[in-house]
């Protein structure tokens, strides 16, 4: 029993669990990263609590040889607007991805992701964002920057109501997935409280210059820093709260004001400047993958 709530909570963990009790309760419950600008408040590391390291108010996650990290919120969200700051991995950081995302639990999951996909030194990363809908992706774009985003901290954020999600770098958006469930029948998240997450790890299967491109160990470790945590979002959970009251469109919360029912002019002039300067891959486009475009797709 015990170590059946132990897998749930702690999937990595549950390996070494099923040999070694004891070492489980030393090395996967205890640790927790304090301090940290109110990391420990918010969230846990929930994938090799050894690779975080606090440093005065940033959150450091490390990726080497024996392995990446990944935390989670210890709260479950539902609409709202969630940002970071994340200084990337420096140098030659190709096949490596540094993530920031929130995700349901369970099957048919939802999930909002920025991914990092680093290169090598001196070449540009890309930001590659994804919409998941109960289990089902698929919906990459990429996207440069129009920064260095090793030299400085930058924000980025998740704005998601019951409408439309936008990506935003530094508060200029760079996607919107627009909630289009009624006029083209494409599900979208509403059902599912999501946790805020982050994570480093090794994808040098397909990060980088699709996959040729491997993680170079020799320039180990890979440190990926985050800090200034934000989570204006409303809090939920499943378990004892119910969607409707809690998290219901009341107008109790800013995001389901009418002014946040549409993106507005501003913002669409943003996002046109953005697909004309920056956009890299867009999935819609992608004729090749799909014979038929996603119904998303189509207008
Ligand atoms: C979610 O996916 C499951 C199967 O994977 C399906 O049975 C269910 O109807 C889907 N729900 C929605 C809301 O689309
Ligand atoms: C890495 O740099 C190369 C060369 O500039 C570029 O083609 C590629 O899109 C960059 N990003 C990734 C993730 O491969
Ligand atoms: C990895 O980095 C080391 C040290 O900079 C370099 O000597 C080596 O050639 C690199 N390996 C590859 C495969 O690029």
Redesign the pocket.
């Known amino acids: 029993m015990r170590t059946q709530m132990v897998i749930s909570k702690w999937p990595l963990c549950s390996l070494i669990a099923l040999t070694a009790m004891s070492w489980l309760w030393s090395s996967c419950m205890v640790p927790r990263v304090a301090g940290c600008d109110g990391f420990d408040e918010l969230f846990q590391p929930n994938w090799a609590p050894e690779h975080f390291k606090c440093e005065g108010d940033q959150t450091k996650l490390t990726l080497d040889s024996s392995s990446g990290c990944g935390f989670g919120s210890r709260k479950t969200y539902l609409f709202g607007l969630t940002s970071v700051q994340i200084k990337l991995v420096q140098g030659d950081s190709a096949g490596t991805v540094t993530a920031f995302y929130m995700s349901s639990d369970g099957p048919n999951h939802d999930e909002l992701d920025f991914e990092f996909?680093?290169?090598?030194s001196g070449?540009?990363?890309?930001v590659q964002t994804n919409v998941y809908v109960n289990g089902t992706g698929d919906r990459e774009q990429r996207h440069s920057l129009w920064f260095d985003p090793t030299s400085d901290f930058h924000t980025y954020s998740l704005f998601w109501n019951r409408h439309y999600i936008m990506f935003l770098v530094d508060k200029t958006s760079i996607r919107v997935f627009t909630n289009v469930e009624e006029s083209h029948g494409v599900p979208y998240p509403k059902n599912q409280p999501m946790r805020v997450r982050g994570s480093v790890w090794n994808a040098d299967d397909w990060?980088?210059?699709g996959g040729r491109?491997k993680t170079n160990w020799s320039h180990s470790p890979f440190i990926s820093s985050f800090r200034s945590f934000d989570i204006d979002a409303c809090e939920l959970s499943l378990e004892t709260d119910d969607i409707v009251t809690k998290c219901g469109q009341l107008g109790q919360y800013w995001w389901d004001k009418p002014s946040f029912d549409e993106l507005g002019r501003h913002r669409s002039r943003q996002l046109k400047w953005v697909r004309k300067k920056h956009l890299?891959y867009n999935y819609c486009e992608d004729k090749l993958r799909f014979s038929e475009l996603p119904k998303e797709c189509v207008d």
């Open positions: 996909l680093g290169n090598q070449e540009p990363y890309l990060a980088t210059q491109v890299v």
